[in-house]
C-alpha cells in the first residue's frame, strides 16, 4: 500500500499520474533499522494463508475527494511517522518463538488479503493510524478506495526479524518486490486486537538487496529551481541492482518515478495520449520525499533502455511539478 497521494498530480494530466501513482511503488504501504542476518522466506516461515481471515467492516462509504485539505494530507504520512518514531521505545526485544509465529502469520494474513484484492478484509485490518499512513484520513474506506486504485501485489515476500516493545506493539521486518523491479525493505507494526493482528503503522527502511549494485545519485529541485530531476550520471552500464539515492533540495515535497514510456514516444505525447498512457511501464518509485530528506530506490533486473525520470506532485499554481519541467530521461546501456 502507499502513502496517502490525494491530491497530487491530477490537474492536467489526470489519466497519466492516476495510472502511474498509482502503479509505481504499489506497496510503499507497509513497514528503521537492517534486517539482522538473512531474511526468512515467508512461505518457509509459516505457510501463507489460503484465504484471507478478517473482521467485518462497519458500513461506510469514502470521504468525498472535496472534503479533504490536500496540504494537509501531503504532510500526514511524514507527520504519522514522526510521531511514530518518537513514541516507539528502542531498541525492542527479539520475540519469543510464540510471538514470532502468531505475529508472522498475522502478517501473511494481510499479504494474503492484499493479494487476493479483497481490500474491505484488509482495510479491517488496518489500525486508524495505520489508515492515516495510507489515505490521509481515519476513514477505512478511504484506504479501501486507495487499494482499489494501486492493485498491489506482494512477490518474494520475506519476513525477517520479530521484535516486541513495552507498548504491546510488535515489529516485523519485510522485504518484497512491487511489480517487476522495486525491491522494498520495512518494517512493520502491529497490535492485536483479540483474534486478529492488525497492520499499526509502518516505516521504510533502507533497501540493500544482493548483488553487484551501481548507485547513481538524483537531486530533486535546488534553491535555484524547484522543478528540476538532476542525476549524478545520464547513463549507466546493467547491474544486477540499480538503486537511485533521491534527495530533495527543494523547499517543496517531491516524489520520483522511473517511467519505461512507449518506443518511440516523448513524455509529451503520452501525456497527451491514453492510449501510450496504458502502454507506460512503471519501473519503481519514491512516493514522498520531504524537503531536506532523502530516500533510495532500489531495482533490480532492469533492462537496458531509456527511461523518463519524473514528479507528479501538484505546484502551487495548480499545475503539476512535471508541467513545470520536472522530467529527465536516464539510460541503462548494454554490459560490453
Known amino acids: 500500500m502507499s502513502r496517502s497521494r490525494r491530491g497530487h498530480g491530477e490537474s492536467s494530466w489526470p489519466a497519466l499520474a492516476r495510472l502511474l501513482l498509482a502503479s509505481c511503488a504499489a506497496v510503499a504501504l507497509l513497514i528503521g533499522g537492517l534486517v539482522q542476518g538473512a531474511p526468512v522466506r515467508a512461505q518457509e516461515a509459516s505457510p501463507t494463508p489460503v484465504e484471507c481471515d478478517a473482521p467485518e467492516l462497519p458500513p461506510g462509504t469514502p470521504t468525498p475527494q472535496m472534503e479533504g485539505s490536500p496540504a494537509a494530507l501531503e504532510a500526514s504520512p511524514v507527520a504519522v511517522s514522526e510521531e511514530t518514531a518518537e513514541a516507539t521505545p528502542e531498541p525492542g526485544t527479539p520475540a519469543d518463538e510464540a510471538t514470532t509465529e502468531a505475529a508472522t502469520a498475522g502478517v501473511l494474513n494481510i499479504v494474503t488479503c492484499l493479494n487476493t484484492s479483497n481490500y474491505t478484509a484488509a482495510a479491517a485490518l488496518f489500525t486508524p493510524n495505520a489508515v492515516m499512513q495510507i489515505a490521509g484520513t481515519t476513514n477505512p474506506y478511504d484506504a479501501v478506495q486507495a487499494l482499489e486504485g494501486e492493485g498491489l501485489v506482494f512477490s518474494d515476500f520475506q519476513v525477517g526479524d520479530v521484535l516486541t516493545y513495552p507498548d504491546s506493539r510488535v515489529s516485523v521486518e519485510v522485504t518484497y518486490t512491487e511489480g517487476q523491479y522495486q525491491y522494498t525493505h520495512e518494517r512493520w507494526w502491529l497490535v492485536q486486537d483479540g483474534e486478529y493482528w492488525k497492520l499499526d503503522g509502518f516505516d521504510t527502511l533502507t ?93 533490480v533486473g532492469v533492462p537496458p533502455g531509456d527511461y523518463t525520470l519524473i514528479c507528479f506532485f501538484d505546484a502551487p499554481d495548480g499545475k503539476t511539478h512535471a508541467e513545470h519541467g520536472m522530467v529527465t530521461t536516464f539510460s541503462v546501456t548494454a554490459p560490453a
Open 207 to 299: 533497501p540493500e538487496p544482493e548483488g553487484d549494485t551501481a548507485v547513481v545519485g538524483v537531486q530533486l529541485g535546488s534553491p535555484e529551481d524547484e522543478y528540476t530531476i538532476i542525476p549524478n550520471a545520464t547513463e549507466v552500464t546493467q547491474s544486477p541492482v540499480l538503486i537511485f539515492h533521491v534527495t530533495n533540495a527543494g523547499q517543496e515535497a517531491h516524489m520520483m518515478a522511473v517511467l519505461k514510456l512507449p518506443e518511440g514516444a516523448t513524455i509529451e505525447q503520452v501525456m497527451q495520449d491514453e492510449a501510450l498512457q496504458q502502454q507506460t511501464e512503471s519501473i519503481g518509485s519514491v512516493d514522498f520525499v520531504e524537503p531536506g530528506g532523502a530516500q533510495d530506490l532500489a531495482l
